[in-house]
């Protein structure tokens, strides 16, 4: 069993910056892949970025040159560092694991940018 807990959501003005970690534990696999994907009210869920074990990342267009993916393997714990942040970005951030066939999701955390 896996379990992924998120934290470091909350309220920033346009402009500002959050990092949120999520730390994963359990049976993991040495050879995974982590990721955080978000989901707006009315809009399906979506990629923000991703990250192999081997440190290789991909982000969607939308967050690329703004937010940063990072791993620590030793920790078991993704980070993602928002930048520049915009209302846009408003939504809740999942954390996913991916060991092989097996999807792992945490439970979400809350981003509101506003002024």
């Known amino acids: 069993q896996v379990q992924l807990v998120e934290s470091g959501g909350g309220l920033v003005q346009p402009g500002g910056s959050l990092r949120l970690p999520c730390v994963a534990s359990g049976s993991i696999f040495s050879v995974n892949l982590m990721g955080w994907y978000r989901q707006a009210p009315g809009k399906q869920r979506e990629l923000v970025a991703v990250?192999?074990?081997?440190?290789?990342?991909n982000y969607a267009g939308s967050v690329r040159g703004r937010f940063t993916i990072s791993r620590d393997n030793a920790k078991n714990t993704v980070y993602l560092q928002m930048n520049s942040l915009k209302p846009g970005d408003t939504a809740v951030y999942y954390c996913?694991?991916?060991?092989?066939?097996?999807?792992?999701w945490g439970q979400g955390t809350q981003v509101t940018v506003s002024s």
């Open positions: 996913k694991l991916q060991s092989g066939p097996l999807g792992y």
């Open positions: 990250i192999t074990s081997g440190g290789a990342s």
